[in-house]
């Protein structure tokens, strides 16, 4: 069977320091002559990355633009790109190898599918430490459809996907005033065009270096502030193309998917400014209540006792004892007396 043509698009922004083993991690994958092009779409670095990159002659297109953000630097790669398929890569990530024979197999099986997906493995480059994404949740098929599927699919990252070209037509252009998470935008909406499939394997390695754009950790002030306004304008603009499109806001299962991604932003908002425990309460009961569906009833207790913790203790304290039970060992004990499902 002949396979689709792919664009590995890569977009950067002053990562001269770590594009050249991006572009490398493209070029090592098994891909047959003209069957793979790479594209790196630079958003007005101003360091040596476009030197970094001329070393690889026209094995490389390159595209330099003013710099405008994550949804600016895709929309103008999505315009250049001449495949089919198109495989986006962060400039400071790595594909591993088989990612594109893998992608191809799984959009041939998959004639039907707008977006290919999988999960990636966490680089923390200072402990030299290299962790598996474990709760990666594979929601394969027509997803709408799906009233749990709703509730799962995510935990998305911009090097993890990849999309047929003729979908991703209905999502583009992405509003520009998302200067990071477009990718978000993307994947959250996409299911909405198409069918996804979702491959287990780990393909992608995500570099964790204490400069990336979006973090789910923390980062310095300015990055969280960032990440709250990207977020809550992601939001906005995935409920915007809904509308547009003729989707019910108010059925059930939509409402549900759309609440998910506002209790994210109000959480994103807990890092900006801390919440009083009324309001920390607030956000914990309507979280459990969202996932209600998902969790068993014995689970579902051990939240309501959770959610009282988060009263008393106070966000803080509750976020320091959450991040001791949330290691692998109280992952194991949480599933052996509270199982989710």
Avoid at 83 to 109: H, M, N, S, Y
Avoid at 192 to 205: D, G, K, M, N, Q
Wanted: aromatic share 10%; with cysteine; net charge neutral.
């Amino acid at each position: 069977m002949n396979r689709l043509r792919i664009t590995a698009l890569i977009n950067t922004y002053n990562y001269g320091r770590f594009v050249g083993e991006a572009i490398e991690s493209v070029l090592a994958q098994e891909a047959a002559p003209g069957e793979m092009e790479v594209l790196v779409v630079d958003d007005g670095s101003t360091d040596d990355t476009a030197a970094r990159v001329a070393k690889f002659g026209e094995r490389v297109r390159y595209v330099h633009k003013e710099n405008g953000g994550q949804a600016s630097a895709l929309n103008a790669g999505f315009a250049e790109a001449r495949g089919e398929i198109i495989a986006t890569l962060d400039g400071d990530d790595l594909w591993l190898p088989g990612k594109v024979r893998r992608v191809l197999e799984e959009f041939e099986r998959h004639p039907e599918a707008g977006m290919v997906y999988h999960p990636f493995e966490h680089w923390d480059v200072q402990r030299n430490a290299i962790e598996k994404d474990v709760s990666f949740p594979a929601v394969s098929g027509n997803v709408p459809e799906m009233r749990e599927g709703l509730l799962r699919y995510g935990d998305l990252s911009t090097s993890g996907l990849a999309f047929r070209k003729t979908a991703l037509a209905e999502l583009l252009p992405i509003p520009e005033r998302l200067k990071i998470l477009a990718d978000s935008y993307l994947g959250y909406l996409i299911i909405f065009v198409a069918p996804v499939a979702a491959i287990s394997e780990h393909l992608t390695r995500y570099r964790i270096h204490g400069g990336n754009q979006f973090s789910h950790g923390g980062g310095d002030t300015a990055r969280r502030r960032q990440r709250l306004e990207c977020w809550s304008a992601a939001v906005e603009e995935i409920k915007s193309w809904l509308t547009r499109r003729g989707f019910d806001l108010g059925r059930p299962e939509i409402a549900a998917y759309v609440r998910r991604y506002e209790l994210v932003a109000w959480r994103f908002q807990f890092d900006v400014e801390r919440p009083g425990r009324k309001e920390f309460f607030d956000y914990l009961r309507a979280h459990d209540a969202l996932y209600r569906p998902l969790q068993r009833p014995g689970y579902r207790a051990f939240r309501l006792a959770m959610a009282g913790a988060g009263f008393l203790l106070g966000f803080e304290a509750f976020e320091s004892l959450r991040n001791i039970y949330g290691g692998a060992g109280g992952a194991r004990l949480r599933e052996a007396v509270a199982p989710a499902k």
